[in-house]
């Protein structure tokens, strides 16, 4: 590690300056990066980003909003109906399409310009619907937008929200609308369909009926200055009249043979490879998987040569690593 960049993080640690240190761990992430230390850089950046959002309290993040005020709760059991974490990701973190970074890259433009959009009587775009198969980026592009425009992420935990108790459920998004309304902040409905679901199916109860109505009227008159996304990997099972609610609609599709040739050299760049490893190959064998299939290949290969103590990734190493994600993934389609 770098002198400077030890003494800058003991520096800020001295002096309390939770900005200071956070600069300095992203330039010795950068650092390590690099110098093609991919793991340790991963592992670094994850450890900030996973931290309670009240370990590292950045001046310039707490003012999106109030530190004091309390994270609602499940009246019935008092569980958090939310999560915030303070992201430290950049767009060169999640590989997408050309079509979908050019989308991203205008939702975080567009909430940028906010104050000059008002002068002109418009409102950016706030309400935005992620959807598509399951380890395309969604998640991990609502982290990088929460980054980029330097706004905490809310993750609402549905498993909280949905209460056994009739009314409560509705209760609880109530409690989640009033409190991101004192902030500003990128707010993450994650698994989305679970409470959008359609009105006039019949294996569903009045109860989720009722849960549907109130959310569309909470989308509606919501006033506040974040970005809200939803995102679902079953698009289909959402009620019609949800689509209408939002700004903007972006499909996450599985990965081209572009993408897949990206993201197997990002995640193996943290090694040497042997002078006949066949990523083409690799990339051709992969056809119809996420890009967490992809990530979950790469880290099954690494760990096998670490174990085995191997210097390079070889082909063998790469295959095995296929063979066991697909073993994975036939036994997920039986279910």
């Not at 309290?57 to 008092?78: C, F, H, M, V, W």
């Not at 009314?167 to 369909?193: H, M, P, S, Y």
């Amino acid at each position: 590690m770098r002198s400077d960049l030890l003494k800058d993080l003991f520096q800020a640690f001295a002096e309390n300056d939770t900005d200071k240190f956070i600069r300095a761990a992203n330039e010795i992430i950068r650092d390590e990066e690099r110098k093609k230390h991919g793991l340790l850089a991963k592992d670094l950046k994850d450890i900030i980003s996973t931290a309670p959002q009240t370990t590292f309290k950045s001046n310039a993040l707490s003012k999106r909003y109030k530190t004091n005020i309390p994270i609602p709760r499940d009246t019935e059991k008092g569980f958090p109906l939310l999560e915030i974490k303070d992201q430290y990701y950049n767009l060169d973190d999640v590989i997408l399409s050309d079509e979908l970074e050019i989308q991203i890259n205008y939702i975080i433009k567009d909430l940028k310009s906010s104050e000059l959009l008002r002068k002109y009587g418009l409102r950016p775009k706030q309400k935005i619907l992620f959807c598509g198969p399951p380890g395309t980026g969604k998640t991990l592009s609502s982290k990088v937008i929460s980054s980029v425009i330097g706004f905490p992420l809310v993750y609402v935990r549905f498993d909280s929200i949905v209460s056994s108790f009739l009314g409560e459920t509705a209760t609880n998004l109530r409690k989640i609308f009033d409190f991101i309304n004192q902030g500003e902040w990128v707010v993450l409905f994650d698994e989305f369909d679970i409470i959008g679901k359609r009105r006039d199916d019949p294996y569903e109860h009045g109860e989720i009926k009722r849960v549907v109505n109130n959310f569309m009227q909470m989308l509606d008159g919501f006033e506040g200055k974040s970005l809200l996304i939803a995102a679902t990997n079953h698009e289909y099972l959402l009620d019609s009249a949800i689509w209408r609610r939002f700004d903007d609609i972006l499909y996450f599709d599985l990965p081209d043979a572009k993408r897949r040739r990206k993201l197997f050299d990002k995640y193996l760049k943290v090694m040497s490879r042997s002078g006949d490893l066949d990523v083409n190959r690799f990339v051709n064998l992969t056809e119809g998987f996420s890009a967490a299939d992809i990530a979950q290949i790469c880290e099954e290969a690494l760990r096998r040569i670490v174990i085995n103590n191997n210097k390079y990734i070889n082909n063998e190493d790469i295959n095995w690593a296929i063979s066991q994600q697909k073993r994975r993934m036939d036994i997920i389609k039986e279910k």
